[in-house]
């Protein structure tokens, strides 16, 4: 296991900028569970003076105690804040202290568990902001959840802290980069294979051995009895929902290839139209848990619309573990990893290869062509689909094939695609295009030598490729500054 913080360069930048400003800040952080909210704000704040305090769900005035003692252990015990018993003057105290601490960050996480039991915490907060936002206090309050509606909904129009954000900062998942960086060792299939296990949640990725193989991480952490991971879709959803056998069973549905509202109305009866389902299928969007997707040449027709698992490790935990939960249950994981899952894995990772590609597509194109993508997508017709399409910001257009096989991708892939993007409606009026192939096991001499000719211009993509990127030109030493 590891606790190296890893990634979120982008997110501590701005987390940081923002608390960096010299003026009050109100953040406000969101995003689902296990996905490392609280590690990384505590990193964003490891510089500065800080109270961070988690919120449980115990009764309000439990947890203001709590909150007071998590203060006190900045600023000191004493009569004042001891003999305090309401959340508003609680704030104004610690607000005063800025004045000594410059800097102070106060980060209330879970947040929607202290409003739960205290529903006018919200408005509390609204009339102490007001006051401190026009001031030249360089205090800052961080409010973070897990619960998405919640937190979004906070800043809604018709709700106290609307408009009062400085900042709001949506937490997702790690890129398939950054979760390939905690297993350094592996072979880059292998960390592709990682990815599509346990996905780009740190708290799944923080769980594993590098130093063991993946076989045995998936035994050891989801398929033995008593794992960390055997239960986490059923925790995961009933921290969230009510009626957590429907949704369990839309999401095997979704699993099992059924990725079209049609198709989840025909595995799951209780549903008897796509109406009575679509709040099902938002609430499911809403979570993270997943996503909706159109062919880039669609309109804006229901039928055109289709759902995936946004999320490797679900994908791969009803594809893999619920079918075979009696057998694990038995106690017979090593047998399960054996003869259900290895000899199936490869065929599995055909579509989240797909989706790694295409986030490959969106992240890092800039590493081989003029510019980075504006929008990468699929098409998908009668007669064929494109794993990847887009456009570049310079406007020309890419499309791309995606191939985890175990034989090297050959003319005859290229020779497609072409014909494929010839006949969609996708980018018919560009003439600049870029082909994109991406294969598990390399590509066959005919097809590098056409990629070289420069007379289509051709990119091919194999897992060291996706993992480390073009080599790294020499970096020159910069001169001393005398400024």
């Given at each position: 296991?590891?606790?190296?913080?890893?990634?979120?360069?982008?997110?501590?930048?701005?987390?940081?900028?923002?608390?960096?400003?010299?003026?009050?800040?109100?953040?406000?952080?969101?995003?689902?569970?296990?996905?490392?909210?609280?590690?990384?704000?505590?990193?964003?704040?490891?510089?500065?003076?800080?109270?961070?305090?988690?919120?449980?769900?115990?009764?309000?005035?439990?947890?203001?105690?709590?909150?007071?003692?998590?203060?006190?252990?900045?600023?000191?015990?004493?009569a004042?804040?001891?003999?305090?018993?309401?959340?508003?003057?609680?704030?104004?105290?610690?607000e005063?202290?800025?004045?000594?601490?410059?800097?102070?960050?106060?980060?209330?996480?879970?947040?929607?568990?202290?409003?739960?039991?205290?529903?006018?915490?919200?408005?509390?907060?609204?009339?102490?902001?007001?006051?401190?936002?026009?001031?030249?206090?360089?205090?800052?309050?961080?409010?973070?959840?897990?619960?998405?509606?919640?937190?979004?909904?906070?800043?809604?129009?018709?709700?106290?802290?609307?408009?009062?954000?400085?900042?709001?900062?949506?937490?997702?998942?790690?890129?398939?980069?950054d979760?390939?960086?905690?297993?350094?060792?592996?072979?880059?299939?292998?960390?592709?294979?990682?990815?599509?296990?346990?996905?780009?949640?740190?708290?799944?990725?923080?769980?594993?051995?590098?130093?063991?193989?993946?076989?045995?991480?998936?035994v050891?952490?989801?398929?033995?009895?008593?794992?960390?991971?055997?239960?986490?879709?059923?925790?995961?959803?009933?921290?969230?929902?009510r009626?957590?056998?429907?949704?369990?069973?839309?999401l095997?549905?979704?699993?099992?290839?059924?990725?079209?509202?049609?198709?989840?109305?025909?595995?799951?009866?209780?549903?008897?139209?796509?109406?009575?389902?679509?709040?099902?299928?938002?609430?499911?969007?809403?979570?993270?848990?997943?996503?909706?997707?159109?062919?880039?040449?669609?309109?804006?027709?229901?039928?055109?619309?289709?759902?995936?698992?946004?999320?490797?490790?679900?994908?791969?935990?009803?594809?893999?573990?619920?079918?075979?939960?009696?057998?694990?249950?038995?106690?017979?994981a090593?047998?399960?990893?054996?003869?259900?899952?290895?000899?199936?894995?490869?065929?599995?990772?055909g579509?989240?290869?797909?989706?790694?590609?295409?986030?490959?597509?969106?992240?890092?194109?800039?590493?081989?062509?003029?510019?980075?993508?504006?929008?990468?997508?699929?098409?998908?017709s009668?007669?064929?689909?494109?794993?990847?399409?887009?456009?570049?910001?310079?406007?020309?257009?890419?499309?791309?094939?995606?191939?985890?096989?175990?034989?090297?991708?050959?003319?005859?892939?290229?020779?497609?695609?072409?014909?494929?993007?010839?006949?969609?409606?996708w980018?018919?009026d560009?003439?600049?295009?870029?082909?994109?192939?991406?294969?598990?096991?390399?590509?066959?001499?005919?097809?590098?030598?056409?990629?070289?000719?420069?007379?289509?211009?051709?990119?091919?993509?194999?897992?060291?490729?996706?993992?480390?990127?073009?080599?790294?030109?020499?970096?020159?030493?910069?001169?001393?500054?005398?400024?």
């Open positions: 296991m590891t606790g190296t913080f890893i990634g979120r360069e982008t997110e501590l930048e701005a987390l940081r900028r923002e608390l960096g400003r010299g003026r009050p800040s109100l953040l406000v952080v969101l995003g689902r569970r296990r996905v490392g909210k609280s590690r990384l704000l505590i990193e964003a704040v490891s510089r500065r003076p800080s109270i961070y305090y988690q919120a449980t769900k115990v009764a309000a005035s439990m947890s203001l105690a709590l909150f007071k003692a998590e203060a006190a252990k900045v600023l000191g015990s004493g004042v804040l001891d003999g305090i018993s309401d959340w508003y003057t609680t704030l104004v105290h610690i005063q202290a800025a004045a000594r601490l410059p800097g102070l960050t106060v980060t209330i996480d879970e947040f929607p568990y202290l409003c739960e039991v205290d529903p006018s915490l919200p408005s509390v907060i609204q009339k102490f902001w007001d006051q401190v936002r026009p001031t030249r206090s360089t205090f800052n309050l961080v409010l973070c959840g897990s619960r998405i509606s919640f937190m979004e909904d906070l800043l809604a129009e018709r709700n106290p802290l609307h408009g009062r954000q400085s900042l709001k900062l949506d937490v997702g998942s790690l890129p398939y980069r979760a390939a960086r905690f297993f350094p060792k592996w072979s880059s299939e292998d960390r592709l294979r990682a990815y599509a296990v346990f996905g780009g949640i740190p708290f799944y990725l923080n769980l594993c051995d590098p130093t063991a193989s993946l076989g045995a991480n998936i050891d952490l989801v398929l033995a009895s008593g794992a960390p991971l055997a239960d986490e879709p059923d925790t995961l959803l009933q921290a969230e929902l009626d957590v056998t429907r949704y369990a069973t839309i095997r549905a979704i699993a099992d290839g059924c990725t079209r509202s049609g198709d989840i109305i025909g595995r799951v009866r209780e549903f008897p139209s796509a109406s009575a389902l679509s709040s099902y299928l938002d609430k499911l969007q809403e979570l993270r848990l997943i996503r909706v997707v159109r062919s880039l040449d669609a309109t804006e027709r229901e039928r055109d619309r289709r759902y995936y698992l946004d999320d490797p490790f679900l994908a791969f935990w009803f594809q893999f573990c619920l079918p075979n939960i009696s057998a694990l249950a038995a106690g017979h090593d047998q399960v990893w054996r003869h259900a899952i290895a000899p199936k894995l490869d065929e599995y990772m579509e989240l290869f797909e989706w790694i590609c295409r986030d490959h597509a969106r992240l890092h194109l800039q590493e081989v062509l003029p510019a980075p993508a504006q929008l990468v997508g699929q098409i998908w009668r007669d064929f689909d494109i794993d990847i399409a887009g456009r570049l910001l310079d406007g020309s257009m890419l499309y791309g094939e995606c191939k985890w096989w175990s034989t090297p991708v050959g003319e005859n892939v290229l020779d497609h695609l072409v014909a494929c993007s010839q006949a969609t409606s980018g018919k560009e003439a600049r295009r870029h082909y994109l192939l991406y294969s598990r096991t390399g590509f066959t001499a005919g097809l590098k030598r056409r990629a070289a000719s420069g007379t289509v211009s051709v990119h091919l993509f194999s897992p060291d490729n996706l993992l480390r990127g073009p080599p790294r030109k020499p970096i020159r030493k910069a001169r001393p500054s005398r400024g």
